[in-house]
């Protein structure tokens, strides 16, 4: 975990300055998060072809969102956008933090080891369940200058990205669920429609 915390810091330190933002909750963000059961959540993101001005704003309006939220991560599908565009920040209460915007991100490895960890996630509030994913990967993007970036990742990190990456192929957490029964009563307590799910086995 300290690794990995370390290597985001200096990723984030060198390469993201450039879209931070007040790590504030606004009244009026400026996206609605799109929930469990809307469509939009299953469209597959498109390839970002050119890191501009627009791109960074993007982010920036993700995080702002992001915030208000009290979230460590959005996936630019939850916003209705359907670009390959991540934000992530494991230390939202540290506003020294530099966030992490990762465009086009590839998992080009995973590390044999995997573990079970309860997520959440900003379109199924109040929803927590446990999910099997690898402990460690390996990620290529291209930062908000549109430069390519590598980044080996584990523990909390690791699994943010792949959470926030599923996300670009209309995927959500709950599909990988494997306890039917927390599954289904999770859901039900929280108002969402169990046939919204698309389990993965």
Do not use: W
Not at 116 to 132: A, K, N, R, W
């Amino acid at each position: 975990m300290a690794r990995s915390f370390a290597q985001m810091a200096r990723t984030a330190e060198q390469v993201n300055r450039g879209v931070q933002v007040p790590k504030v909750a606004m009244d009026n963000p400026p996206f609605p998060i799109h929930k469990l059961g809307d469509q939009v959540l299953r469209k597959p993101a498109k390839r970002i072809s050119k890191v501009d001005e627009s791109v960074r704003e993007l982010a920036r309006a993700m995080l702002r969102t992001m915030y208000s939220a009290k979230g460590i991560g959005l996936a630019a599908p939850q916003v209705g956008v359907h670009k390959q565009l991540l934000v992530i920040d494991l230390e939202p209460d540290n506003e020294a933090a530099a966030p992490m915007v990762l465009i086009n991100p590839e998992i080009t490895s995973f590390g044999a080891a995997i573990d079970t960890y309860e997520e959440g996630c900003l379109s199924i509030p109040g929803v927590y369940l446990d999910v099997v994913r690898p402990s460690v990967v390996e990620v290529t993007f291209r930062d908000e200058m549109g430069r390519p970036q590598k980044l080996q990742a584990d523990g909390l990190l690791a699994r943010c990205i792949q959470h926030e990456m599923d996300h670009l192929n209309g995927v959500l957490f709950v599909d990988r669920v494997s306890d039917e029964l927390s599954l289904n009563e999770e859901l039900k307590e929280q108002g969402f429609d169990r046939a919204a799910v698309r389990t993965i086995r």
